[in-house]
């Protein structure tokens, strides 16, 4: 049974960090692609980044390029993304997923097989 857990979601002001981590079981094969999801009260689920599962790809959206950055330990079965310079736009709720491996790591939604349950982060003043 695969199962995703995110933790270290957090209520911090602008300019602050905050690392999430996705803690991941169950899977039969190894190296599969992990992203990062958000969704904000009212809008769309948004792509903000992909560890491919060979971690030799990574993706971020344009949105977060240059402030968000996606790690991983396999030895761990752990993804992380550290999260600089945080914006009050960035406030949604962080979901991981995962699916098998590919070539192209993609931020569609609709690609992903398996879910995490999701963590909160709030940028406010």
Avoid: H
């Avoid at 094969?29 to 009260?41: G, T, V």
């Avoid at 491919?52 to 240059?66: E, H, L, M, N």
């Amino acid at each position: 049974q695969v199962q995703l857990v995110e933790s270290g979601g957090d209520s911090v002001q602008p300019g602050g960090s905050l690392r999430l981590s996705c803690a991941a079981s169950g899977f039969t094969r190894p190296n599969y692609d992990i992203a990062w999801f958000r969704q904000a009260p009212g809008k769309e689920r948004e792509g903000v980044s992909c560890s491919r599962g060979s971690a030799d790809i990574t993706r971020y959206a344009d949105s977060v390029k240059g402030r968000f950055t996606i790690s991983r330990d396999n030895a761990k079965n752990t993804v992380y993304l550290q999260m600089n310079s945080l914006k009050p736009e960035d406030t949604a709720v962080y979901y991981c997923a995962a699916r098998s491996p590919t070539f192209t790591c993609p931020l569609d939604s609709n690609s992903y097989n398996y879910w995490g349950q999701g963590t909160q982060v709030t940028v406010s003043s």
